[in-house]
């Protein structure tokens, strides 16, 4: 059973850093690319990074382009969102996903940024 | 950015009638490798998505068949036959063809 597990949020002031991991198993974690979205409270959901399968591609949306860094480690079959800069507008609950196309979900984990 | 566009946002719905949700790209989805990718989610409060749909029309496995989804290009439509109290929540499609990826507004399901 394909399982994704996130963890890393928490309450952080504007300008600080927060690293998101989300630990998966129940499938070959290096056959795929990996993803995070977020989902601000009472909002939609928003593509946030795509790390390609390799590690050697990453995407990223304009809104965190520059202060996110998507990165993988193959021998802990994790995915890792550093988030530095952050600002009150990247609070959310933010969600690991399987591949770019999203067929598996973690729980998600909640980033807060506040004074 | 492809725009997404979702319609309706909300749709009340009474228990066994069938329900349809659009959603339009502004682009179209048709990949280099000839796949329209095209995906529909399925949110309950306070849980995390699910997908439902993959490639158009592809259930997830354990998806009940009273789901379905059609389209092409940049057309799109999820149709639930009869619709059950479980499947009231939001419903969202999503553009996998085109960087960077980007999700319909989303589909409010309630019962009315």
């Known amino acids: 059973e394909v399982q994704l597990v996130d963890s890393g949020g928490g309450l952080v002031q504007p300008g600080g850093s927060l690293r998101l991991s989300c630990a998966a198993s129940?499938?070959?974690?290096?056959?795929?690319?990996m993803s995070w979205v977020r989902q601000a409270p009472g909002k939609g959901l928003e593509w946030v990074s795509t790390?390609?399968?390799?590690?050697?591609?990453?995407y990223y949306a304009d809104s965190v382009k520059g202060r996110f860094t998507i990165s993988r480690d193959s021998s802990r079959n994790t995915v890792y969102l550093q988030m530095n800069s952050l600002r009150v507008e990247d609070t959310a609950v933010y969600y690991c996903?399987?591949?770019?196309?999203?067929?598996?979900w973690g729980q998600g984990t909640l980033v807060t940024v506040s004074s | 950015d492809v725009v997404m566009t979702q319609s309706p946002l909300s749709l009340p719905v009474t228990l066994g009638q069938p329900a349809s949700i659009s959603c339009r790209s502004s682009?179209?989805?048709?990949?280099?490798?000839?796949?329209?990718?095209l995906n529909w989610f399925y949110q309950r409060p306070g849980q995390s998505p699910r997908r439902l749909i993959y490639?158009?029309?592809n259930r997830e496995s354990g998806v009940p068949d009273r789901f379905s989804g059609s389209g092409s290009g940049t057309d799109f439509t999820l149709k639930i036959s009869r619709v059950e109290a479980e499947d009231v929540g939001v419903y969202y499609c999503?553009?996998?063809?085109?960087?960077?990826?980007?999700f319909g507004q989303g589909t409010q399901v309630e019962i009315k």
């Open positions: 996903g399987k591949s770019g196309q999203f067929d598996a």
């Open positions: 129940g499938f070959t974690f290096n056959n795929y690319g």
């Open positions: 790390v390609s399968s390799s590690g050697g591609n990453t």
């Open positions: 682009q179209s989805l048709v990949y280099s490798d000839g796949n329209t990718y």
């Open positions: 490639k158009v029309s």
């Open positions: 999503m553009q996998g063809a085109h960087w960077p990826r980007t």
